[in-house]
């Protein structure tokens, strides 16, 4: 099984559009959440990101994982419905 290795940047686009879909949809997929932890945790492993930014990914990182163990998401959508614009700016 071959890997699709995304660069930073992709990285960082992929968790934009994600968190933007959240919030604008108000809906979501485990896959989404499943691949933001991926995205966010590999981005705070390569090291490249500013304190803000490290912060920013790990609640994203958070987040995810918490809807990683959940079944049903609108409560966790909405619960978290305030951060998504700080993030969204934090990523910008």
């Known amino acids: 099984m071959a890997f699709l290795?995304?660069?930073?940047?992709?990285?960082?686009?992929?968790?934009?559009?994600?968190?933007?879909?959240?919030q604008s949809d108000g809906t979501a997929r485990l896959a989404e959440f499943e691949q933001l932890y991926r995205s966010a945790n590999s981005l705070i492993t390569q090291q490249q990101a500013n304190h803000q930014l490290n912060q920013t990914l790990q609640s994203i990182s958070s987040y995810s994982e918490q809807a990683m163990n959940l079944n049903t998401y609108d409560g966790?959508?909405?619960n978290n419905k305030n951060n998504f614009q700080g993030w969204l700016?934090?990523?910008q």
Do not use: A, F, G
Not at 10 to 19: E, G, V, W
């Open 5 to 22: 290795v995304l660069s930073h940047q992709h990285q960082m686009n992929l968790i934009r559009d994600i968190i933007n879909s959240h």
């Open 76 to 78: 966790h959508l909405q």
């Open 89 to 91: 700016d934090t990523l």
